[in-house]
């Protein structure tokens, strides 16, 4: 029974064949093998393909016109291909608009990244949490299974009740239910990671406690000006004033070209009358001409619908930007008391932990303090060693989350 506890209180990574990591290594495979990422980066490939659109003219138009087109003889013919082509400022409308697709394309990817290196970060940070938290209690596990032990020795000799003894094996209990839990929240966070990875291989945190916290950043909001987030979304407004120079540029008239090439067959072939033309006589020629929109309304109505969208996306931007400055301020605050109170434990609380769970433990044992008093004793030490850790996952926790905002990963 003993041996299968052991094996129990092992973590979840030790008995399978994992895959080692420390939080960059887990940052560098997610990079190469994340499929959001992938699939952003796929984008950028697709917007740079369609620049390459921005000179496209509308299919060449080739006709015959073939019977009596211009005497009694009926096979007359008539060759003609003719070409519209846009008004020129039209191209280089959209290739700037294209330009801006791949622009805004570029931003989402890294926007994407951001997000992702965040993730990852968070949930490995959060693993070590639960390693370091499960490492205390199974040093819990020990404390109350010999409390449990000298609980059932003094009952045993009739120097206590049995609610001494039932006390101490009811908590004992509670942490062997939190180790379980912990368990199965390593295997969630396991579970995340791998995802954010796009792996399915077991893993391995070769790390073994929660880094210090070194926050470089600065504590004024307009850092999350670097947000790519906050770029991507300024993309838009450029996006949207393209879009409108393009339907601009869609109201010039197209210019026409095209070329002919007919028989005028049993016609004079020249003023005097006197020869006909056979159909061994072509004549040929050019055109030339401008198409022009009859009903511009449905046209100016584009133009000033992009307008809309244009402010639209301006407000959008402006009102994120706001969001965002909020978001990094509540964070810097967040930051700063979740510094204080980790301070607290290292100052105050910390020292004292080890000196009172030994001389507890010993005053219990040799029956100079009661199991109340010893009870109290370990539970505010361990409920100290507890705060420290999670103090000390806040803080870390914080310092990635503003690094997130101010798109510093």
């Known amino acids: 029974m003993i041996r299968i506890f052991f094996f129990l209180l092992l973590p979840f990574s030790v008995w399978a064949q994992t895959s080692p990591l420390t939080m960059e290594t887990a940052v560098q495979q997610a990079l190469q093998q994340n ?22 003219l509308p299919k060449t138009e080739v006709s015959l016109q073939y019977g009596q087109t211009n005497s009694y003889v009926s096979y007359d013919n008539n060759y003609t291909v003719s070409q519209t082509i846009p008004f020129p400022s039209l191209f280089g409308a959209k290739r700037q608009l294209n330009n801006a697709q791949v622009d805004k394309a570029v931003w989402l990817k890294a926007a994407t990244q951001n997000e992702l290196i965040y993730q990852v970060k968070q949930v490995y940070v959060q693993l070590l949490y639960l390693q370091e938290v499960r490492a205390l209690m199974v040093h819990q596990d020990s404390l109350f299974a010999n409390f449990v032990r000298t609980a059932d020795l003094r009952y045993r000799t009739g120097e206590s009740r049995m609610l001494e003894k039932i006390a101490a094996e009811g908590r004992l209990n509670e ?64 996006i949207a004033e393209k879009q409108q120079k393009v339907f601009k540029a869609a109201i010039l008239p197209d210019i026409t070209v095209g070329y002919f090439n ?148």
């Open 35 to 56: 499929k959001g990422l992938k699939s952003a980066g796929a984008s950028i490939d697709y917007y740079r393909k369609l620049v390459s659109t921005s000179g496209e």
């Open 175 to 238: 942490v062997r239910n939190s180790l379980r839990q912990n368990e199965a929240d390593t295997k969630i966070y396991m579970a995340r990671l791998q995802a954010l990875l796009g792996t399915t291989t077991p893993l391995t945190i070769t790390e073994r406690s929660i880094p210090e916290a070194s926050l470089l950043l600065s504590s004024d909001s307009a850092a999350v000006t670097a947000n790519p987030q906050l770029q991507y979304l300024k993309q838009e407004i450029a």
């Open 262 to 409: 007919q028989s005028f067959i049993g016609n004079p072939l020249n003023a005097s009358g006197s020869p006909l033309a056979t159909n061994s006589n072509r004549f040929q020629g050019f055109q030339v001409g401008l198409a022009l929109p009859l009903w511009m309304g449905p046209m100016k109505a584009k133009v000033k619908a992009e307008e809309k969208l244009q402010q639209a996306a301006s407000l959008h931007y402006e009102n994120n930007a706001t969001q965002l400055r909020s978001q990094y301020e509540q964070a810097v605050q967040q930051f700063i008391k979740n510094r204080n109170s980790l301070e607290f434990y290292q100052r105050t609380s910390l020292p004292n932990v080890e000196l009172l769970l030994k001389q507890s433990e010993k005053s219990y044992s040799s029956g100079d303090i009661g199991y109340a008093e010893y009870f109290l004793n370990l539970e505010q030490a361990l409920a100290a060693q507890q705060g420290y850790l999670l103090a000390r996952n806040d803080v870390k926790q914080a310092e990635l989350y503003m690094a997130f905002l101010a798109g510093q990963p």
